[in-house]
């Protein structure tokens, strides 16, 4: 493992302003939110938003979202603010779930891609509105990884990363959410669900009182076999451990763990079940049944198992219900379908 170069600090006042004076300055600062960590710049300088996307080496066309630290700020950074825009914010601010807008003619568009919209979030976490408050305008933040990596549910996770292109790393512990947040789009006619988070679609339609438009359902996009295992890396990834990551069912274990020991593979297991280990498999992680539970240990997890020097990761399938459905966005991403 590479050792990082720039070590988190912990998050006390001082640290937040100093945090809040790099901010001014165009600097970079991570901190940490309840989703996941954030790579946060004054989302009104440009040259500190072209920053982000140098360290995360992300295409700048992928929009980032901006954080608030009320809803009091909202028109300065949106128009044509519907009522629903209003109820979301009142019954989910603070909290994972960022609302794409109209945007306001001043809002760069280097924070959003180039569209005429703007993603906004008032997070829940108390670092992150300290931060907000002390620096009183809007952080433009994506999540601290490398562009396409997992996202940093610690702050050693973001020194990991990043290292020394982020300039300040404010350690406050370890995420509760432990996946991205909801995005839900109020930018036309029909509300429009982006990206699934830990507050559910029907969440938001109880609010709302409305139908959601939703994302196509989560079916594998793709495959692998015997085949893939010696030609890893091929995928369009996102969220992904280096190590090749295969999606299993429970059922489909005992073939697989023959195909590995037949092929001399080391292999990691993370599962939400018991699971004895046997040859093939060097260590296993055994996470909650609980949807909430196992989203928030899932990077971390992850992470670990792709710091063994393993072969293959082998994550089971958890159950493909409402409450897994972000869970299963996310793995849909980092992981292939055996
Ligand atoms: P993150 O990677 O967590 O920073 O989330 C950024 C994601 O938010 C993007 O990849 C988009 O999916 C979404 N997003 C942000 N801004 C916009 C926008 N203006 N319009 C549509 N989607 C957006
Ligand atoms: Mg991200």
Redesign the pocket.
């Known amino acids: 493992m590479k050792l990082p170069t720039r070590l988190p600090v912990l998050a006390d006042s001082a640290a937040i302003e100093q945090a809040a004076l790099l901010l001014r300055e165009g600097r970079l600062v991570a901190f940490p939110t309840e989703t996941v960590y954030g790579l946060g710049a004054d989302a009104r300088n440009p040259a500190a938003v072209q920053r982000i996307f140098a360290a995360k080496g992300r295409p700048a066309d992928?929009?980032?979202?901006v954080h608030l630290s009320n809803v009091a700020h909202l028109d300065e950074w949106a128009i044509n603010i519907p009522d629903n825009a209003i109820k979301l914010a009142a019954h989910f601010w603070p909290g994972p779930l960022?609302i794409?807008l109209n945007k306001q003619p001043t809002v760069p568009v280097e924070v959003?891609g180039g569209?005429e919209?703007?993603?906004l979030r008032v997070p829940n976490h108390p670092v992150a509105l300290q931060l907000l408050q002390a620096f009183g305008g809007g952080v433009a933040a994506?999540?601290a990884n490398r562009f396409c990596r997992i996202s940093p549910t610690q702050a050693l996770h973001v020194a990991e990363e990043l290292g020394d292109t982020v300039d300040l790393i404010l350690d406050g512990g370890a995420c509760t959410v432990g996946v991205?947040s909801t995005?839900v789009?109020l930018s036309t006619e029909r509300p429009r669900l982006?990206?699934p988070g830990h507050i559910s679609y029907l969440q938001i339609e109880a609010v709302l009182n409305t139908a959601l438009l939703l994302p196509p359902s989560l079916k594998p996009t793709h495959t692998a076999s015997a085949s893939a295992l010696r030609a890893p890396g091929m995928m369009a990834v996102h969220y992904a451990p280096s190590t090749l990551a295969l999606r299993y069912r429970a059922e489909q274990l005992p073939v697989l763990l023959r195909e590995l020991t037949a092929s001399h593979k080391k292999a990691g297991l993370l599962t939400y079940r018991e699971v004895i280990p046997e040859n093939p498999i060097a260590q296993v992680i055994q996470l909650s049944n609980h949807a909430d539970a196992y989203a928030q240990a899932l990077y971390a997890s992850l992470r670990q198992l792709d710091q063994l020097q393993l072969d293959i990761i082998l994550v089971e399938q958890p159950p493909e219900s409402e409450a897994w459905r972000a869970v299963n966005d996310r793995l849909s991403k980092a992981t292939r379908a055996y």
């Open positions: 992928h929009p980032l979202i960022a794409i959003t569209q919209t703007v993603a994506p999540s991205e995005i789009d982006l990206r």
